[in-house]
């Protein structure tokens, strides 16, 4: 963190500044110091976060600070009334007393160096059994990774076979979904990363083999909260059934990509797809697998109403790929690849009309 919004700390007790330096310190978090409420308005309006001294929090009234939000009051023992009514006057929302809060300090610090970018959360469903929705999936988090974004894939179908498996990396060490059933609150974006096998500059969060259990909601909600804070880009492979973990997931996804084949019995069964999607995700693009023989794109899209974002036919290069398990050849060189730069080009609710 650069010193533009560096957490403040504010206090003249000596014993309590060497307690909030040592907790920055052993998070690896810089800070900036004040010891008068009186000149310290610059720091107290771009800091990110602010410890408040209990010594000096009845003194706030007489320094004209603005009320702001991500103040907390600090102190060596409970504070007094007249401290908890100065740092009520200026918003202080918590209250964490020392040496009993050490651990809630420090995770607030830590939290000071986590990123605050809003990433695009992509989702994506087959609209039938081997449409390629997993296929897909995979690409466009293997693309973004290529256009230097954070790139995320988040498995959500635990009867899918594991997205680590397409990457070759079902072998990886590191976490997936069965790791963190109870999972829930506040995640940190560094920590979860670290903690994910990643392929080619994708961190992947999947099912496997150890249990056919959906994610829990709980934990769904706080990765995907972690994982947009990093910015970039994560992509949602999506089950065809509903689940609460899916429900979950589809609040979160900011545009929803449906994998539909150009072939009639296709179309029917998306049908059945996308009337369980509608009421929660409204904005519903189409990418539609041609065949020869098949359908016309735009009237698959037309057939069920939603926009038509791209086009694909089958790639023996892909289908070699995935049955080799060589990531990386999926987008290097192919149609997929040059389909998934544009979809992450720009926003899908771009896309051609059907």
């Known amino acids: 963190m650069n010193g533009e919004g560096r957490p403040l700390v504010l206090t003249a007790d000596s014993h309590l500044l060497d307690d909030l330096l040592g907790a920055a310190a052993a998070v690896g978090v810089a ?36 009320p702001r939000s991500g103040v907390l009051l600090v102190g060596r023992g409970a504070p007094d009334e007249r401290a908890v009514t100065g740092a009520a006057d200026v918003g202080a929302d918590e209250v964490i007393s020392l040496p009993d809060g050490e651990a809630t300090l420090a995770e607030r610090l830590a939290e000071t160096a986590e990123p605050t970018g809003s990433a695009r959360v992509i989702g994506v469903v087959a609209g039938c059994g081997g449409a390629g929705g997993s296929v897909t999936a995979a690409a466009l988090a293997l693309t973004a990774a290529e256009l230097d974004r954070d790139s995320w894939l988040v498995d959500l179908d635990p009867l899918g076979g594991g997205a680590d498996v397409g990457f070759g990396a079902e072998l990886d060490a590191g976490a997936r979904w069965a790791d963190m059933p109870a999972t829930s609150g506040r995640v940190s974006t560094r920590a979860l990363r670290d903690a994910l096998p990643a392929v080619s ?154």
């Open 201 to 354: 500059g994708v961190a992947i969060l999947s099912c496997d083999g150890r249990s056919t259990d959906d994610p829990a909601p709980a934990a769904v909600r706080s990765v995907l909260c972690a994982a947009r804070r990093a910015g970039g880009t994560v992509v949602l492979d999506l089950p065809r059934h509903p689940t609460a973990a899916r429900q979950q997931a589809l609040t979160a996804t900011d545009e929803l990509l449906l994998v539909v084949p150009a072939e009639v019995r296709a179309v029917l069964a998306t049908r059945q797809v996308l009337r369980q999607l509608i009421p929660v995700t409204p904005t519903v693009h189409a990418l539609v697998r041609t065949t020869p023989s098949g359908i016309r794109a735009d009237e698959v899209a037309r057939g069920l109403g939603v926009r038509l974002a791209e086009k694909l036919a089958a790639e023996a290069s892909v289908r070699d790929a995935v049955l080799a398990g060589r990531p990386q050849d999926l987008v290097a060189g192919t149609a997929l690849g040059a389909v998934c730069r544009r979809l992450l080009d720009e926003p899908l609710a771009t896309g051609r009309a059907a």
């Open 31 to 66: 800070v900036d110091v004040a010891v008068d409420p009186g000149a310290c308005n610059p720091q107290w309006t771009a800091a990110r976060l602010v410890l408040l001294g209990s010594d000096v929090a009845p003194r706030l009234g007489a320094a004209g600070l603005r």
